[in-house]
């Protein structure tokens, strides 16, 4: 027999079920992957449909004052920060040599603060070594001067530093500065000092001294039960020396002479600086009127 064909020669019987099958399903097959991609296509328009919505109608709002939200903040943290009061700022601590081997030390504060004052514990340190701690305070918008006299260290260094501990910050009252502390402090610390002189030329048992003197003026209505004063000599723009004198119960239009000697009989000085310290946001700072 050999033209005799014999149908399926060469294939499996697996080859075979798997044609017989696809033969009768090939139409479903068919069916379910093209209903299949129809589905995936239409998923995806949803989901592009649904990013531009939500891009430009739905969040695009929300989103849009994100901006606005954080200047917003930003002008928030920026005014908290305003009513926060700013660091007190000191300048180089100057140091001089004086009698019996003892240091005087001088430091200006500066408060830029217009509606702060503070109260503070101060001291120097130079290398180890540390001065006796000092009370002092600075009143808003203002200068003053911390001194220490007479220290005596076991070190020659002139490098020292302000050591400022236990700070406390006190804001200003509106209704007790009549809503204006400019002008109110403008009213109170009104001192001047007049005809101001340094002289060597005053003799104090065998030893010739220097001598600062100068007219103290409190023109302004108000007495004081105590006023600081802080004087300074300069050689030049140079602090050469400096000390403080308190003057009790400082009446308001008065004038006194002041006279001070210095035993150190400095040479060269050029000018005389005088500073007047009181707190006048301390109501037992005034004379009461029974004591004019």
């Known amino acids: 027999m050999p033209n005799e064909h014999i149908i399926g020669s060469g294939m499996t019987e697996q080859e075979l079920q798997l044609a017989s099958w696809w033969v009768r399903n090939r139409a479903r097959v068919s069916s379910i992957i093209r209903w299949t991609l129809i589905v995936l ?109 007479g220290a005596t260290l076991n070190t020659a260094s002139k490098n020292a530093q302000l050591v400022v501990d236990n700070i406390r910050w006190h804001r200003v009252d509106p209704s007790a500065v009549d809503r204006d502390y400019t002008s109110y402090a403008a009213n109170r610390l009104q001192f001047s000092f007049d005809d101001l002189a340094y002289k060597r030329d005053l003799t104090v048992g065998t030893q010739v001294v220097g001598q600062t003197t100068f007219t103290l003026n409190n023109p302004s209505p108000y007495g004081f039960w105590n006023v600081d004063l802080t004087v300074i000599l300069y050689r030049g723009t140079t602090p050469a020396g400096v000390t403080t004198i308190g003057k009790a119960q400082v009446k308001p239009g008065t004038t006194e002479p002041v006279a001070i000697n210095w035993f150190d009989n400095l040479s060269g000085i050029t000018r005389t600086e005088v500073s007047a310290n009181v707190n006048i946001l301390d109501k037992k700072t005034y004379l009461p009127a029974g004591q004019f």
């Open 41 to 149: 296509n239409i998923f995806f328009w949803l989901f592009v449909i649904w990013t531009l919505l939500d891009a430009y109608i739905i969040s695009y709002p929300r989103e849009a004052r994100i901006p606005r939200l954080i200047a917003e903040n930003q002008l928030a943290v920026s005014g908290l920060q305003a009513t926060v009061p700013q660091p007190i700022v000191p300048s180089d601590v100057s140091v001089f040599d004086t009698t019996g081997d003892r240091n005087d030390f001088l430091v200006q504060l500066s408060n830029a603060n217009p509606t702060w004052w503070a109260e503070f514990d101060y001291r120097f340190r130079i290398g180890d070594e540390m001065t006796e701690t000092r009370q002092a305070f600075i009143l808003p918008k203002s200068q003053r001067y911390l001194t220490e006299l």
